[in-house]
């Protein structure tokens, strides 16, 4: 039997005694956004930078992973992002808004645009933001903490 990730999740804040007063599920970008409900703090179970809800998602997935009996290296297959006070899904929002402005600046110049090196989460939300998008293609490029995508200028559609 397969456990529901909020369920995985709800045990797993209550065994390590984080604050939280239950959790909604809504979706945003082709995922599932499990938000974590608290009247404390968020930047608690935010952490610096991410670390701690980043953390909190993996220790889902690997939960899920563990019991569903998956391969390691298969948590990708787990389509669903952790989050608390709309952190996580503001990061998409600024990476969609970013994907779009930077490929209307590879129309408007008919140039190929780099954008900063990103984690593969990120890149996949500007690939995806843009698969539809008219004159441009994305790819990534480059190795390691060095990947990066090119928005380029496509003068076909």
């Known amino acids: ?8 999740l709800k045990e797993l804040l209550e065994a390590a ?20 409900e608290t009247t404390a703090d968020p930047r608690m179970l ?29 948590e990708r297959d787990f389509l669903f992002l952790v989050d608390v006070g709309d952190f996580r899904g503001r990061q998409i929002k600024d ?16 140039y ?17 933001t843009l698969q539809d998008a008219p004159n441009v293609k994305t790819e990534s490029q480059g190795e390691g903490r060095s990947r990066r995508v090119v928005i380029k200028y496509s003068a076909e559609n």
């Not at 039997?1 to 995985?8: G, N």
């Open 17 to 36: 005694g984080l604050p939280h007063e239950g959790i909604s599920t809504n979706e945003l970008a082709g995922q599932t956004i499990l938000s974590i």
């Open 112 to 128: 190929d645009v780099e954008l900063t090196p990103m984690s593969a989460y990120e890149r996949l939300i500007i690939h995806t």
């Open 1 to 8: 039997m397969q456990q529901e990730p909020s369920v995985i």
């Open 95 to 110: 990476l969609q808004t970013k994907a779009l402005m930077m490929a209307e600046r590879a129309r408007s110049f008919q």
């Open 46 to 74: 935010i952490g610096p930078h991410g670390d701690t809800i980043h953390a909190i998602d993996h220790l889902v997935k690997k939960i899920l992973e563990t019991k569903s009996g998956r391969a390691e290296g298969q």
